[in-house]
């Protein structure tokens, strides 16, 4: 299945790109500001990036799951979406939430296919259960996926138990920041000058650079901290709690005896 | 439930659309307005006491805490929408119309106060404000299991993933109960974070364990056929026939050259001056998604137990639906200034309001207008 799996990667990379696309797509607006076209073209981009967003991720899922899966497959899915679903309900102090470690462990453990779906349905069913539909919650599934998937890439350490732990503890803390940057992006350009001082906010017609430089301190001033805090507590979970979790899902995947068929 | 689920749906896009596009705040109030119909009726239809003789009131019961969170989630919203507005009247001193002048020398909040300033932060809340409560109306209007069953056949099993989760969920927190209560019987405290470990480590066993017991009973109902996928000799397994890989391929091909289609629009309308060229593109890219999904779905055959009632009220809420997304999809062509607000010269700071985007916003609130279990809970009130 060498073709297969380099299909399924070439379908991922372009819906990933094309995401990425069209959640750039607030940046794009012409520079030629005033005449009523600009006004149109800045108007439709919040629905234009929601709606091409969530189509590449149904595209990618769709893709993944096109082959029947096996039941215990398909148990296994779902069983650890909820059981992330309710990691994140339960409120930690301060805005805390325990999204990432588990998921980071499944992707390490299970591969990067079953990760990324995990990561993109415990999502889902957290926001149908807690009512977080909305308009962030596509951007919340692809990239929660991508963490899912990328944590598949990690190299199997399972021999040296330290090195294990203490590589999952900084790779959660890294996507804490990746993820918190990543969901700031997404109603950063519709923050205007008037709300945020003038250095920070985004303007039409700004060099590259330039942008980059002034979303870094708007996300140091804004965002950081609350980051920082997310991201250690999830590192601390994986350090205290993850040798025994590592044990049970690799006892269980023998148990089980699953395997995912779409690879990437 | 008192709508068909492509009711709900129809009335999402036109509310979420209008939402999401306007910015002018008389007509984010109107449309605040009209929501807020829509979600006091659906609350009142998810107390349980609305309708004591329905056959379902268990069901109905478990509705009553979705209500409470979602009246708390709108007054955070609130809450949000306020401190926003009063940060934006103090630290922005654009504007010509000075309301009052604090003293030049305190830090960040001296200077003008002007009125646009107030209307800019009025205007920005009640749009988001907007956003939230038509999606809440939503989530509380239509449980999730019914969204569920109108997923596109091709993504039948990500649809089944989900349901199966949603069903763990009661069970799971259950069982996070039980753990917790056993070892709290055995003298265990939860202090530091390591004590959780206790907890955790049984549950996700607990977990992947039921996983395990559904995985067989869901091979022994004959789900899924032979498992294939999880014999590891493939000489065992029987190959997928020719026709099911011919579909693969041909639903690939299209997955892919749909993605395509998509960038390339995206790219092209963002860089060059001919925008057309790249919505075509874009449209294009979109149709051959949907074309893919199509061909994944078609090799499924699909049977409902339960088929959901189409109404007369269904029609009408439908229609007036579809006719208020029109509207203003019409207005955003020919008309986008009438979307758009920004009180700061050099703009005017006074609000400007459409007649059609005001039938548009109107007609969201039919489906508050038609409802139907209003009168049948008063009726039946009273009669106790």
């Known amino acids: 299945m060498k073709w297969g799996q380099w299909v399924n990667s070439a379908i991922l990379i372009l819906a990933t790109l094309t995401g990425i696309?069209?959640?750039?797509?607030?940046?794009?607006?012409?520079?030629?500001?005033?005449?009523?076209?600009?006004?149109?073209?800045?108007?439709?981009?919040?629905?234009v990036t929601l709606i091409l967003t969530l189509l590449c991720v149904v595209i990618i899922v769709a893709n993944l799951t096109s082959r029947q899966m096996s039941a215990r497959t398909i148990a296994v899915l779902g069983v650890l979406s909820a059981v992330n679903a309710i990691l994140r309900t339960i409120p930690g102090p301060g805005g805390f939430s325990a999204i990432f470690f588990l998921l980071v462990l499944c992707g390490y453990v299970y591969g990067s296919t079953l990760g990324f779906l995990v990561g993109v349905l415990s999502l889902l069913v957290s926001a149908l259960i807690g009512g977080g539909v909305g308009p962030w919650l596509p951007y919340q599934m692809f990239t929660?996926?991508?963490?899912?998937?990328?944590?598949?890439?990690?190299?199997d350490l399972r021999r040296w138990r330290i090195a294990e732990l203490l590589m999952l503890a900084a790779w959660t803390a890294l996507w804490g920041f990746i993820f918190?940057?990543?969901?700031?992006?997404?109603?950063w350009p519709y923050i205007s000058t008037a709300q945020v001082s003038p250095g920070q906010a985004w303007e039409t017609g700004l060099p590259f650079r330039e942008a980059i430089k002034r979303y870094a301190v708007f996300y140091l001033a804004t965002s950081l901290w609350w980051d920082a805090w997310r991201a250690a507590g999830n590192a601390v979970l994986i350090l205290s709690l993850g040798t025994p979790l590592l044990k049970v899902l690799r006892r269980f995947e023998r148990v089980l005896g699953f395997a995912m068929d779409t690879s990437i | 439930m008192a709508y068909h689920t492509l009711t709900w749906l129809a009335w999402l896009g036109a509310a979420a659309y209008l939402a999401l596009v306007n910015q002018q705040p008389l007509q984010s109030i109107l449309l605040i307005l009209a929501t807020g119909t829509v979600f006091a009726a659906v609350s009142r239809a998810n107390q349980p006491e609305a309708n004591p003789g329905a056959r379902n009131a268990s069901s109905h019961a478990g509705q009553a805490w979705k209500v409470q969170g979602w009246s708390a989630f709108l007054r955070f919203g609130l809450s949000v929408w306020l401190v926003a507005l009063f940060f934006n009247l103090l630290f922005a001193h654009a504007g010509n119309i000075?309301?009052?002048v604090l003293p030049r020398n305190w830090p960040f909040i001296g200077g003008p106060i002007t009125l646009e300033a107030l209307l800019y932060g009025l205007a920005n809340g009640a749009s988001l404000f907007a956003v939230l409560l038509v999606f809440a109306t939503f989530?509380?209007?239509?449980?999730?299991?019914?969204?569920?069953?109108w997923l596109p056949a091709g993504l039948y099993q990500a649809g089944l993933i989900v349901s199966i989760a949603l069903s763990f969920i009661p069970q799971l927190i259950a069982s996070l109960r039980e753990i917790r209560e056993a070892q709290l019987l055995r003298g265990h405290k939860f202090r530091a974070i390591r004590d959780w470990i206790p907890l955790f480590v049984p549950l996700l066993t607990t977990a992947l364990e039921r996983s395990l017991t559904l995985a067989e009973s869901m091979e022994a109902r004959g789900f899924g056929g032979i498992d294939r996928f999880a014999v590891a000799d493939s000489s065992v397994s029987p190959m997928p026939t020719t026709t099911e890989r011919s579909t693969t391929n041909l639903q690939r091909g299209t997955t892919l050259a749909g993605l395509l289609a998509l960038l390339v629009g995206l790219l092209w309308r963002?860089?060059?001056?001919?925008?057309?060229?790249?919505?075509?593109?874009?449209?294009?890219?979109?149709l051959l998604l949907f074309a893919a999904l199509y061909t994944q779905g078609r090799r499924l055959k699909r049977t409902h137990y339960h088929h959901e009632l189409w109404q007369q009220r269904d029609t009408l809420v439908s229609l007036a639906c579809l006719a208020s997304l029109a509207i203003t999809a019409y207005t955003q062509v020919r008309d986008p200034a009438a979307l758009f607000y920004y009180p700061y010269p050099p703009y005017s700071p006074w609000p400007g309001f459409s007649p059609a985007l005001g039938l548009a916003i109107l007609l969201t609130a039919t489906p508050a207008w038609l409802w139907p279990s209003l009168h049948v809970s008063y009726y039946e009130t009273d009669r106790g």
């Open chain 2, 270 to 286: 963002a860089t060059d001056s001919v925008q057309w060229l790249g919505l075509l593109s874009v449209a294009l890219g979109i």
């Open chain 2, 98 to 100: 000075v309301l009052l």
């Open chain 2, 139 to 149: 989530n509380l209007g239509l449980d999730a299991h019914r969204l569920l069953r």
């Open chain 1, 21 to 47: 696309a069209a959640f750039a797509y607030p940046f794009f607006t012409p520079t030629t500001g005033g005449s009523p076209f600009a006004i149109a073209h800045a108007q439709d981009a919040p629905s």
């Open chain 1, 144 to 155: 929660a996926g991508w963490m899912g998937l990328t944590s598949g890439w990690l190299p």
């Open chain 1, 180 to 187: 918190g940057a990543i969901m700031n992006l997404w109603f």
